[in-house]
């Protein structure tokens, strides 16, 4: 049975991987152009938690899951919790420490 698990948590890790890469993909830039131009005198070093929400196309209203705040309104399923975390990538002002040299 210890088998099983592993060769099919061994088919879901691959999958995920692969599915990370935009292989024959082009990817459009235009949207980045127009939310840099816009922030571009900003300075990004005094954005607290290096996160900024202005800077993000939302997914979901992050504001509405606060620390401490739960309510029914505000369960979180993986829909939500991904749309959130899209959300706080996009709204990111440090640069991704993966993607840098």
Do not use: C
């Amino acid at each position: 049975m210890k088998k099983f698990y592993t060769v099919i948590f061994s088919i879901f890790l691959v999958q995920v991987v692969l599915a990370q890469e935009p292989r024959g993909k082009e990817i459009d830039t235009l949207w980045q152009h127009q939310i840099n131009q816009v922030f571009q005198h900003l300075d990004l070093e005094r954005v607290p938690h290096g996160v900024l929400l202005d800077y993000a196309m939302e997914f979901t209203d992050v504001s509405a899951y606060g620390p401490g705040e739960l309510y029914d309104s505000n369960r979180v399923d993986i829909d939500v919790f991904t749309n959130i975390y899209k959300t706080l990538y996009m709204g990111m002002t440090a640069p991704d420490p993966v993607s840098s040299p």
